[in-house]
């Protein structure tokens, strides 16, 4: 259990915004059109001249792409329901039970940078309610602009046209805490007691371009920050582990070794054993569910390889909600 707050802080009624990536409303093709044109539309995901992207994210991609992805989408929907949207909404109702119950008087809404549930309708709740202060933790470890920026990005967008604006804290990225590194190697751990050790283990993030990290982005420090404090605290040697960069697109040179090209070489090399950990997502997905588990599993499989695990993202399990109640615990006085 939490710490209950200082008895010399203020309790202020706090709202507090868990914020997603985003998924289509369903696995069809208008909804998978949606998506992909609000994803693909942001200049923090895609640099490129806008009147050229325009037409190739128009007349290119959202004419043929969808289509592609129906069946991917498909295979993960359970229940009717997208699995990163579902286990947020968990995510953040056992966050604010964790909260309550060691007396901080918070709200927590689920929301999404693209789709839904979306910022402004939470921020609408949020006003409804009276509550000025809300702080926004965007479910993304490791920092990138691609991701927590272009959360920020949705965040200033629900609240330019908005008159009374609450105070805001936002918090950056979380991937040095403690209890991050601690919840990452607990589930290899209990991963490792149910279905036993493989030989390697491969953490997939996902990549972006080179360019954006010689731009100055950090999440490549990130990133390896974090594989770094996991193997540390699993006391693996260097034969045992290796980092890869999965879900790229397009031609340009993205942050390398690529997770497809990593299996299909590991496969080929007779690796008899592979557990594979996805730290950069805080919830399962589309880019787990199906390109981890589903599609890179047969790479591995087809070139050769045997004996392959994907372990789950952290998802509602209890040190995850531990680890974000007491990020934002950190940041509510």
């Not at 403690?178 to 290899?188: D, I, K, R, W």
């Not at 770094?228 to 693996?236: P, R, S």
């Amino acid at each position: 259990m939490m710490d209950a707050p200082k008895k010399t802080a203020k309790r202020v009624p706090t709202a507090v915004l868990l914020l997603n990536l985003g998924t289509p409303d369903a696995p069809t093709k208008p909804a998978i059109r949606r998506y992909l044109k609000a994803f693909l539309s942001d200049p923090r995901v895609v640099e490129a001249p806008r009147l050229l992207w325009w037409l190739v994210l128009n007349l290119v991609i959202l004419r043929f792409r969808p289509a592609k992805l129906v069946t991917n989408y498909q295979k993960i929907w359970t229940g009717g329901e997208s699995p990163i949207r579902r286990i947020t909404e968990q995510q953040a109702a056992k966050v604010q039970a964790h909260l309550q119950s060691a007396g901080y008087p918070v709200t927590v809404y689920p929301a999404m940078t693209y789709g839904a549930p979306d910022i402004d309708t939470a921020l609408d709740k949020i006003a409804s309610e009276g509550i000025e202060r809300v702080v926004v933790l965007p479910l993304f470890p490791q920092y990138s602009a691609t991701t927590t920026a272009a959360a920020w990005d949705a965040l200033h967008r629900a609240t330019c046209h908005r008159r009374n604006l609450p105070e805001f804290r936002f918090i950056k990225r979380y991937h040095r805490h403690p209890l991050y590194t601690e919840a990452l190697a607990q589930s290899v751990l209990d991963h490792w007691l149910s279905t036993g050790r493989q030989g390697k283990l491969l953490f997939s993030f996902h990549g972006i371009p080179k360019a954006y990290i010689e731009k100055g982005d950090p999440y490549l420090q990130d990133c390896q920050e974090t594989v770094q404090a996991v193997v540390t605290q699993l006391g693996l040697s260097e034969e045992e582990w290796l980092v890869s960069f999965q879900s790229r697109v397009g031609r340009e040179e993205w942050l390398t070794p690529y997770t497809d090209e990593t299996m299909k070489k590991l496969g080929q090399q007779g690796v008899k054993g592979l557990d594979v950990i996805c730290p950069g997502f805080s919830a399962d997905c589309l880019e787990t569910l199906e390109e981890i588990d589903e599609e890179n599993r047969e790479n591995f499989v087809r070139a050769g390889g045997s004996d392959y695990h994907y372990i789950p993202a952290l998802n509602d399990n209890e040190a995850h909600i531990q680890l974000l109640a007491t990020v934002v615990a950190e940041h509510l006085y």
